[in-house]
Structures are given as structure tokens and as C-alpha cells.
């Protein structure tokens, strides 16, 4: 009767102590899913003050060219786009624009004008808003960025063990160790924390602001949300605790077809993978993971 009752009373510990914890994780997922919406919401509104101001108007030249490519492509179609020389322009040569520009931005646009929101919204309003809506969007992406590379999987290995394998050539595999972390409604602690804070940097970075304020319609605004993307789906593809993450390789190559439309500055994004890959092979961190991930966002 005795070890009856007191595997009762051990059962009832640990089913108080079991919620105990849910109810921790609940408080502390719903504090950061505050502090995560709050950025979001933070890093749009502060990109709408030039439109609060002087209302929904296209901000200076590259914009506005912008704007008059995306209104043709809009009324006259792809095909016609991509066939039209432009006599307005460089005078009297005149411009062959639809090969001559990035056309993501303009296609983004169109989309989101015929699929999202048809004659609720204009065109003008649509691409005025764009920055907007990218630049938070890229706030979050650069989050999930800073979750991704803070998980224990990717962290475990200090700079000097680095070093140490690279100087012997060799692997070593990180293994978490017991209390290295924790797990807040199955998000992996303390990478959550570090994706939050990232996220609410992004979102008032001065540099990100400039090239994502409401009205300023140009190709960097959408650009750096395809570039933080692929960024996020290369070092996705590469997490070690997941023996079939090198599928996102693929996607990561697909969203740099996205970001190779969109900008000119693609260059530099193909040039960063390559260089990061080619840097796991020199510090001894290669392995067919990489070989997949890299292979499989080459060839898309």
C-alpha cells in the first residue's frame, strides 16, 4: 500500500511539474510572439511616415521610372513589355526597357494588383505601399535568419575548436550538451530570443529604412527581402541535427531567381554562398551536405 500511494504521489509530481512547464512555455512564446508582432508592426509603421505625410505619391526619379515601366506592363502585358522601346527616354535615342531593367519589383507589383486586391487598391498605391510591406517582411526574414544560425546545432563549436579542426583538416560534429538549452513551444531557447532581437534591428536600421520608406517604389526595396530569403533557406539547408535540410537548396536557389530578377546587386548574393561553402571546405567543415545543398542551389 505504501509503494502504491507513493507512485501516486511521484505521478502527480511530475504531471504538476509537466504543466508547470507548458504553462512557462506558453507565457514566455506568447511574450515573444508580442515582441515579434510589435517589431513587425513597428518596422512597417515607420515606413509609412512619408506616406502619412504627404499622402501616396511616387518619391524621386528611379522610382518613378519604376512606376511607368510597372503601368505598361500593367496595361499592355509580358509580351508587349518585354517588346517595348521606350521613345520618351535618352532622347531621341530612345530605350529598349523591358530587356534592359530588372523586372521582378514590377512584376511583384502587377501580381499583387490583380490577385490581392483588384480595384480595391491603384496601381500608384499599390507600388507606393510595396517598400512597406517588403521592408517588414524582410525584418521578420532576418529574424528567422539570426533563430536559424543560434540554434545549439549550429553554435556548439567555438572559434578555437574551428581552428583546431581546420588546422588538422578534419570534422568534428557538435553534440549538444545537457542544459545547453531549452525549448519554448518546440522553438529552441536561447536562438528565440536572438531571432526577436534581430528582427526589431532590422526594422529601424537606417540603412534598410532608406531603401524601404513608403513612395521610394525601387528595386531594392523588394530585393532585400529575395536576398535575406535566400540567405535563410541556404543556411537552412545546412542544419546539422536535419539529415534532409540539404533539400532547401533548392529552394534557396529558387528564391535567388526571384532576387536575380528583382536587382542587380545578385551578383554579390551568388558570390557570399559560394564564398561560405568554399570556406566550410577550408576550415575541414565539408561534408556531403554541403556538397547537395550547394550543388542543388547552383543548378536551380
Request: proline share 4%; aromatic share 16%; net charge neutral.
Amino acid at each position: 500500500m505504501a509503494s502504491a500511494s507513493s507512485g501516486a504521489a511521484s505521478s502527480g509530481d511530475s504531471s504538476s511539474s509537466s504543466a508547470s512547464r507548458y504553462l512557462y512555455g506558453l507565457v514566455w512564446f506568447g511574450a515573444y510572439l508580442y515582441g515579434a508582432i510589435a517589431f513587425v508592426s513597428t518596422a512597417y509603421q515607420i515606413r509609412l511616415q512619408a506616406i502619412e505625410e504627404y499622402g501616396p505619391v511616387i518619391h524621386e526619379f528611379d522610382p518613378y521610372f519604376n512606376y511607368r515601366a510597372t503601368e505598361y506592363l500593367y496595361e499592355h502585358g509580358a509580351e508587349k513589355f518585354f517588346k517595348w522601346f521606350d521613345y520618351m527616354v535618352w532622347y531621341p535615342l530612345g530605350r529598349p526597357v523591358g530587356t534592359t531593367i530588372y523586372p521582378g519589383m514590377q512584376f511583384t507589383a502587377v501580381w499583387i494588383k490583380n490577385h490581392i486586391f483588384g480595384d480595391r487598391m491603384s496601381l500608384n498605391d499599390v507600388c507606393c505601399y510595396m517598400p512597406a510591406w517588403f521592408g517588414a517582411i524582410a525584418s521578420f526574414l532576418i529574424g528567422c535568419v539570426a533563430y536559424e544560425c543560434s540554434l545549439p546545432q549550429n553554435t556548439g563549436a567555438s572559434v578555437a575548436s574551428v581552428l583546431n579542426d581546420a588546422l588538422k583538416g578534419r570534422y568534428t560534429e557538435y553534440k549538444p550538451q545537457k542544459g545547453s538549452g531549452g525549448t519554448i513551444m518546440g522553438l529552441s531557447s536561447p536562438a528565440l530570443e536572438c531571432g526577436v532581437f534581430a528582427l526589431g534591428i532590422m526594422a529601424v536600421v537606417p540603412a534598410h529604412l532608406m531603401r524601404s520608406v513608403g513612395g521610394g517604389y525601387d528595386n531594392e526595396s523588394v530585393a532585400i527581402s529575395a536576398m535575406s530569403l535566400t540567405f535563410l533557406l541556404w543556411i537552412r539547408s545546412l542544419r546539422t541535427s536535419d539529415p534532409l535540410s540539404w533539400i532547401w537548396g533548392a529552394a534557396a536557389g529558387v528564391a535567388y531567381f526571384y532576387m536575380v530578377a528583382a536587382w542587380g546587386g545578385y551578383v554579390f548574393v551568388l558570390n557570399l554562398v559560394g564564398v561560405h561553402a568554399a570556406v566550410l571546405v577550408l576550415l575541414g567543415r565539408f561534408s556531403t551536405k554541403v556538397y547537395a545543398s550547394y550543388s542543388l542551389f547552383y543548378a536551380v
